[in-house]
Structure formats: C-alpha cells, structure tokens
C-alpha cells in the first residue's frame, strides 16, 4: 500500500482513448466540479464521470481543520512510515485530472461556532459545513471553471449526518443547488437531476450504492483498475473528534461566540489546555513539533519556559495581573525537567524577546488535572 492514488495504466488509457468527450446540447464539452479529498469515494466518482467523457475539475475545500494537513505538518507518519501528503493533489495526480485547493476560511468560524443546522457528537457541524463548501462552490466555482454541475463521491446512507436524502435536499436547497449535484455512486437511488434530463450525465451509468459498508466501493475499485488509495485514517476532520470538541466547547464558553478568532480555535489542535480557576488559560507544547507550532500564536499571550532545562513552551492566553499566572509558571515547571520543589527561574517571553525572569517550584504532578480539558 502506498497510501496514494494508484491507477492502472490500462483504465488512464482507456479513459483517454475509449471515452470520447461528452457535449452538450451546444456542443460544448460538459465539464463538472467533483468535491475531491483524494479518498476512494470520490476518486470512483471522478473514474465514472470520465469513463463517461466528462471533464472533471477536482475541488478540494480547505477549512484548516484537516487532519491528514496537520499531521503532515507534524511530521508525521504513517503505520507502514510513509509521510501524510495531501491527498488531494496526489490523488488527482494520480487519476490525471486537475485539481484546485480552495481556501474556504472566510466566514467558516461562523459555521463553526453557531452552526444552523447543529454540531454532530463532538463540534462538527457537518450540514453547515457542506452548505459553506457547496454554497462557495456555486457562487465562484461554477463560473470560473465554465463547469456545468458539481459532483461527489457520496454514498447514500454512509455519513447520517449529511448522506441521508433530507439533509442532502436541505443542503441543495441552502445553496441553490436543487437537483444540480451528482453523485455518480448513488445516484440511482435519488431523484434525476438536471444534468441527467439535459444529457450531460448517462443516467444508466451511474450507481445504486449505498450504506456504511466499503466492500462495493473496495470491489468496484479492483474491477476497474484502481490499484491503490490511501486508507481511511481514523475521521478527516478535527472537528469530529471529541477531545478538540471539547476545547472548542470550552472556548466558546468563555468567549462571545462573535468574539472568537480562527487563532482561538487552531491553537486547540496543539499541546495540553488548562483552563486556570480564574477563566485563564494555558497551553503546553507535548513535544518538539508542538512547541514550533506554538511559535505561530505568540500574539495570543505571553510564552514561559523554564530557564536551563529541558521543557515544554507554553503559551499563557489571558491577563497576566490574574491569580491564574503564577499557576500558570507552576503548570510549566511541572511540565520540564527539573526536580520537584527545586525552585526554578520561569522565561516569560513576547515571542522570542524575554520580558522577565519568575521564580516558582513546580506544581506537584497531577495536581494540574483539575483544570485540563480532556
Ligand atoms: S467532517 Fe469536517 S470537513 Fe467534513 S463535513 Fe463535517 S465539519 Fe466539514
């Protein structure tokens, strides 16, 4: 397994030589925007759609709160030790189509913070999410690209928070979208849409799959060709996991939803949090990688580090005239390596510039988890 997008040559050849372009009733080449993540689903999808000489266009959205992004960025890597890549672009790579990352950020930390339609078990607010990813989709892409429709790798009855029937009518309906979505591995099991009736999609040649289960997906994949892609690894988002979920809660609780900055939430991907007894809060870097990460929210508040030993950066988000800030030295000293009760001379530091050197002796171990969020 390479964990990246593999195609036969045979089936590139074929898509190349056996699928002569679709046009429309102008004459035009149909053209669409596949919703790609470089995962199976959606790389079947973007094979039907050429198999039927559609132009496809791979969109991947970027919200920063991608998983597989933040573990490339720490380096790293997976069971079989290859390096995470972006799977977007090496997946099209792969399957020879072009592809777009598209920064999707502006206006998502509403969705995040105070979703319409709700958050899923932890802060995911899927419904919301694919409204914004889809709503931006129709209102730039679709012009730019000269594209007729927009496609996606989903599979009826997979996700039961945004690939059930009533939800993907609601997302059609919030994006004025209405019956201009394909999704080539399901569709025969939904209503004809409009590229269907105007023949820029062979209805006939689209799919009925449908649920959780992978064994069409994975068996379809060998039928045609498609040697290899990357495994799914445990959710794609942050925002699906619990523990992020529940810094975000925590975030929010403390802050007007109105108030809080996309730092305010990316900073929760990194290191421990504490909320101190006083609403303050602390953020201590697990290791090296998470220390270097932390460099990039020094305007969040003060770094304090142990002077003269090994240990952990951390990042004291609050008001430093707080009875929460000589906590805050001693949840640091806890976290270096130094000796209990020894007394220690804590950096407190405005980036990389030293403002001022405090003495303190350590928390004893274990006495911070009253105020960590797990
Ligand atoms: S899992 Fe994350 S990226 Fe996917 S729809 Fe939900 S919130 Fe959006």
Redesign the pocket.
């Known amino acids: 397994m390479s964990n990246t997008v593999q195609i036969h040559q045979a089936l590139l050849d074929s898509l190349k030589e056996d699928s002569p372009p679709r046009l429309d009733e102008h004459g035009r080449q149909v053209r669409c925007l596949l919703m790609y993540s470089g995962g199976l689903d959606s790389t079947l999808a973007g094979v039907l759609l050429r198999m039927q000489g559609i132009e496809v266009i791979a969109i991947n959205m970027f ?1 920063g ?1 991608c998983l597989t992004d933040h573990k490339r960025k720490m380096g790293h890597r997976r069971k079989d030790g290859s390096r995470y890549q972006n799977e977007a672009i090496v997946g099209a790579a792969g399957l020879e189509i072009p592809v777009e990352v598209v920064d999707v950020r502006e206006g998502y930390l509403k969705v995040l913070t105070e979703p319409k339609y709700g958050w899923g078990s932890a802060v ?3 419904i919301d ?2 409204i914004h990813m889809f709503g931006h989709a129709n209102r730039e892409l679709l012009a730019e690209y000269d594209a007729h429709f927009i496609a996606t790798g989903e599979v009826l009855g997979q996700r039961p928070m ?1 690939q059930m029937k009533r939800q993907m009518g609601i997302i059609e309906r919030d994006t004025d979208l209405q019956r201009m979505i394909v999704r080539p591995l399901c569709q025969g099991l939904l209503d004809v849409t409009i590229p269907e009736e105007r023949g820029w999609v062979d209805r006939e040649r689209l799919l009925s799959i449908t649920g959780r289960g992978r064994k069409p997906q994975i068996q379809l994949a060998r039928e045609l060709g498609i040697l290899d892609y990357p495994q799914p690894a445990g959710g ?2 942050f ?2 996991d619990g523990n992020y979920g529940k810094r975000l809660r925590d975030t929010i609780d403390h802050k007007p939803a109105d108030e809080v900055t996309f730092d305010d939430v990316l900073v929760l991907k990194v290191g421990r949090h504490f909320r101190l007894p006083g609403g303050n809060k602390l953020v201590v870097g697990r290791n090296h990688e998470e220390n270097e990460l932390l460099r990039g929210y020094w305007h969040l508040g003060p770094f304090l580090r142990v002077r003269g030993v090994p240990g952990p950066l951390c990042l004291y988000v609050g008001n430093p005239a707080s009875s929460d800030f000589p906590l805050a030295l001693q949840v640091a000293a806890r976290y270096a390596d130094c000796p209990n009760e020894a007394e220690v001379d804590v950096e407190v530091l405005n980036q990389d510039e030293l403002q001022r050197l405090v003495q303190t002796v350590p928390l004893d171990p274990g006495e911070e988890n009253a105020w960590k969020i797990y």
Do not use: G
Request: glycine share 0%; charged share 10%; aromatic share 8%.
């Open positions: 919200t709160f995911n607010p899927c999410c694919r945004t794609c988002c925002l699906t």
